[in-house]
């Protein structure tokens, strides 16, 4: 089902370009891989693949400078493949305009549900208008969310933060592209209204908000919803 999305990775590490080759490989995905910025660019001009998993480290561009100078011309799907404790280099990448990341050593599965998410938003031209998840539902166009069969009250922020996090359910969101989102392209860059906002919202949908269910945190860098279960 697989077999024609071709996927670039652009990575300088022998042993991580095996591995992913070979788990994504088995999934049924066209794998080329560039060992450097430079090539990575210009495969992307080349090839134009579905989606570019893109390494940060890299021997002679920084992987940042690599999104920057895609994004001129191009809209493709980018995951960010970074190792741990760079929340600065993803926060800068997302904002960048990646569309997801996985922290290295990630598990074959998280790898996976990244690529599907990233590619369903790219193809897709009119997000779903029913978000479905466990015992969530949030009906975009009516602007109501229940959970358990119960309307859930929400403040017109709260309900805006929740749908914008469902529309874009399984990506992770930065707090400053939320921020933007809610309240303007000048919004201030304090994360405090919006973490208050997102308690909220979470005592009112998670049984226990300490282990939730449907809207996790991504420390240092933003939030995510639990994937979409209507597709
Ligand atoms: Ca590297």
Redesign the pocket.
Known sequence: MNAKIHILLV???KS?CSYITALLGKSGYHITTAMSGREGLSLAASLCPDLILL?????DLDGLKVLEQLRVWSHVPVIIVSVCNEEQEKVKALDLGADDYVTKPFYPDELRARIRTALRHSRRNAPSQIYRALNLEIDLDKRIAHLGGQRIHLTQIEYQLLSLLAENAGRVLTYNAMLRRIWGPYAEENNQILRVNMANIRRKIEKNPAQPQYLFTEVGVGYRMRENENG
Do not use: I, N
Not at 55 to 59: F, G, I, N, R
């Open positions: 990575e300088d590490e991580s390494d940060l480290d890299l021997p």
